[in-house]
């Protein structure tokens, strides 16, 4: 267990629709990375959160965003959702900014889009 | 741009015999950290070993150690002893300071009884 954890597991929906999906890092982590894993790109980064504030971005489309709460949790949040969505999103948690750090990843959440 | 090479998208091993993975990777950097994650069927990617650049002594952990080749941009994982756990995905990363990180497509690993 990496203490990284994610919510839902599992997600199905419809094409069009809107998803949240969150993030809890490690205690006392303040980075929060998202990358998406599909079938035919691969791991990819998306974008990723210190404290609170975007620290840099990949290749997350413009219907993604993402925020990082007070609490440092971590929302990835998709819309206008499309059949090439359908992947697995993770949340990784760091515990500093500097290059050291090792980032720990959560399970994953599969979304499915019908 | 950085990239990560995995050159073998599937590797076999006998039960408690030794495999190696390939890895190459693209920089002009000087300062940079490798990993190696694994990824079974569960889907969880776990983190099995790191390098840091700047150190010579190639990473141990266990049963598994790299061939850390600074100049000629290669990183390799041995797998000692080889167990039906390690049957998974294995994924090569490198990470530059402050940035983001970038994986190879993978090698899939079986270990065969």
């Known amino acids: 267990d990496s203490g990284v954890t994610q919510t839902p597991k599992h997600l199905i929906t419809a094409t069009g629709q809107r998803v949240t999906l969150r993030c809890s890092p490690r205690s006392g982590d303040l980075s929060v990375y998202w990358y998406q894993q599909s079938l035919d790109q691969g791991l990819q980064f998306l974008i990723h959160y210190y404290n609170g504030e975007e620290r840099a971005k990949g290749n997350i489309l413009e219907r993604f965003s993402a925020q990082q709460f007070p609490d440092l949790h971590s929302e990835l949040n998709l819309s206008s959702l499309e059949l090439g969505d359908s992947a697995l999103y993770f949340c990784?948690?760091?515990?500093?900014?500097?290059?050291?750090?090792?980032?720990?990843f959560g399970p994953g959440t599969r979304l499915t889009v019908l | 741009a950085q990239t990560v090479t995995q050159s073998q998208p599937e590797m076999s091993v006998q039960e408690a015999e030794t495999v190696t993975l390939s890895c190459t990777y693209d920089t002009s950097e000087s300062d940079y950290y490798l990993f190696w994650y694994k990824q079974p069927p569960s889907r969880q990617m776990i983190l099995v070993i790191r390098q840091e650049a700047y150190k010579q002594q190639n990473a141990t952990e266990n049963r598994f150690s790299v061939n850390f080749q600074k100049a000629a941009k290669s990183f390799s994982l041995k797998i000692s002893d080889s167990q039906l756990g390690d049957a998974a995905m294995y994924f090569c990363?490198?990470?530059?300071?402050?940035?983001?990180?970038?994986f190879g497509a993978g090698t899939r690993l079986t270990v065969k009884p």
């Open positions: 990784a948690s760091s515990g500093a900014e500097g290059f050291t750090d090792t980032q720990y």
């Open positions: 990363a490198y990470r530059k300071r402050y940035n983001d990180m970038r």
